[in-house]
């Protein structure tokens, strides 16, 4: 059906397919589809927010389930050289023929204290709004969630028993039922969700892991996409924690515990997925190393820390990179990965606009109802607004790139939508009607331009900002 045969995006019916939720990059997504199948890379350029991500998460889609679980051993003989050991699911079942404890309890993030939810990536620090951790940018505000700390002495000064993205803990109390307080943790899981610990979930656990002699790094049961944009060397190569005891028997952390997967290692049988390439810098080269060789040992990352002189060597890491970059930031990729992706892979340029067709608009009206699906908190679009936001798509089409078309710069479009929606669930309206798409736009103007707007340049928008000067005709001076 024709996108103007809808009364409003309700009606709109949203592919299963992931693939075919991708609009206007229909050559991306046809090399796309063979990525999984022929086990190739695969490298994306284009403007930020064409739907590089959505490609590569419909890539990690059609993968087969892993088959692996990696796990480091203790070595009696050597503790500072714990062993690596594959296992199938089959010989888990066979090891472990009974149910595995599940400790803790599953929590909602919207129960929890701000700080827990900030800190493991369920909130956005910016604007609040709850998200899936394993997102790196808020899909409402487009602010990165996490943040980056650095100095030599990080691992003995923060609060956490892991710091990665995937497998957080955070301390902090509760009052119980009873009206008394009792300390409590929070931890992510691999799988996205959030529990809630008690001291004695906690020794349950390290007692159950020190009998067993067995730390698991990698899960079997794990998602096969894995984000690492913004990535430090420790969360992209793995590391070794850091116990001021050392291997103390009495009072230290067995070196096989404090051992750390990295996205590299966690990507094993499925999708790396790193946006804004770039950004990684001399990293670029440890990547590549891991792609070549299909394995990555871990270490201790810190020369200060007990855990420098641990190494785990030969850990799997053979996973499918698909990797995002912006046609500017192209020049910093260093040339062996680029060669190597080239050799085993694909680079596609993806489009940064459509043409105007019947079918394309009806594809823009596909996306704003997948937008408004996904968020979840805002109501449906009327047929007279979805036709507001077609027609900003062509303005922001020859505004930005020059062209006669739907521009696909979809993360603008979709903060807009957002917008609006929360304006119409404000008003209790059981639609985005036309006067909350017309306000988002205004509201949702980039902040140069509401500069130009109020203050007419950027000198008096900085005597402004000093206080010596209001900006405007009728403003006083101070």
């Known amino acids: 059906m024709n996108w103007e045969e809808y009364e409003s995006t309700k009606d709109i019916p949203i592919p299963k397919d992931p693939f075919e939720q991708v609009i206007g990059q229909d050559e991306a997504v046809a090399i796309a589809k063979i990525i999984p199948k022929q086990k190739r890379h695969l490298l994306l350029v284009g403007p930020p927010g064409t739907g590089k991500s959505m490609i590569a998460r419909a890539v990690s889609s059609v993968l087969p389930k892993p088959e692996y679980e990696i796990s480091v051993l203790h ?111 929070y931890e992510k899981t691999i799988d996205d969700k959030l529990i809630m610990l008690t001291p004695n979930d906690i020794k349950k656990m390290e007692k159950n892991i020190k009998k067993s002699k067995r ?17 430090s060397e420790t969360e992209l190569l793995g590391d070794v924690k850091h116990d001021p005891y050392g291997d103390h028997p ?17 990507a094993h049988e499925g999708i790396l997925f790193i946006d804004e390439l770039s950004t990684l810098g001399k990293l670029q080269r440890y990547l590549l190393t891991a792609m ?35 046609i ?58 979805v036709k507001l936001v077609i027609h900003e798509s062509r303005d922001m089409a020859r505004k930005i790139d020059n062209a006669e078309g739907l521009s696909l710069r979809l993360r603008r479009l979709s903060g807009i939508i957002k ?11 059981d639609f985005i009607e036309k006067k909350h798409f017309e306000r988002a736009l205004k509201n949702a103007r980039p902040i140069e331009e509401q500069i130009a707007e109020k203050y007419d340049s950027w000198w008096k928008a900085g005597m402004a900002d000093s206080g010596l000067n209001a900006g405007k005709s009728g403003s006083e001076t101070v």
Do not use: W
């Open 75 to 185: 070595n009696s003989k050597l503790p500072e050289r714990p062993r690596m050991e594959l296992r199938t699911r089959e010989q888990i079942k066979k090891e472990n023929p009974e149910r595995v404890p599940v400790y803790g309890k599953e929590t909602d993030p919207s129960s929890v204290p701000t700080f827990v939810t900030e800190k493991l990536g369920f909130r956005c620090r910016r604007c609040g709004e709850l998200s899936m951790p394993s997102l790196v940018f808020c899909p409402s505000c487009g602010a990165e969630k996490f943040f980056t700390r650095s100095g030599p002495f990080e691992d003995l000064l923060y609060n956490v028993k892991n710091e990665k993205r995937n497998a957080v803990r955070l301390q902090t109390k509760k009052v119980s039922e009873d009206g008394k307080e009792q300390i409590v943790f």
């Open 215 to 231: 730390k698991i790094i990698v899960p079997v049961s794990r998602s096969l996409f894995v984000q690492a944009t913004g990535a």
């Open 250 to 266: 009495e009072i230290g952390t067995p070196a096989f515990m404090r051992v750390v997967a990295g996205a590299v290692h966690e």
């Open 292 to 326: 070549q060789d299909k394995t990555f040992p871990i270490s201790g990352r810190n020369p200060t820390s007990a855990g420098a002189s641990v190494k785990v060597s030969d850990v799997p890491c053979n996973f499918i990179f698909v990797g995002a970059t912006n």
């Open 328 to 385: 500017s930031d192209l020049q910093h990729l260093i040339p062996p990965l680029r060669s190597r992706i080239r050799g085993e892979g694909y680079e596609v340029l993806v489009n940064s606009h459509m043409v105007d067709t019947d079918e394309n608009r009806t594809k823009l009206a596909q996306f704003i109802s997948q937008e408004i699906i996904k968020d979840g908190k805002i109501p449906h679009m009327n047929a007279v607004a």
């Open 419 to 429: 917008l609006s929606g929360d304006l119409a669930s404000v008003d209790g309206s």
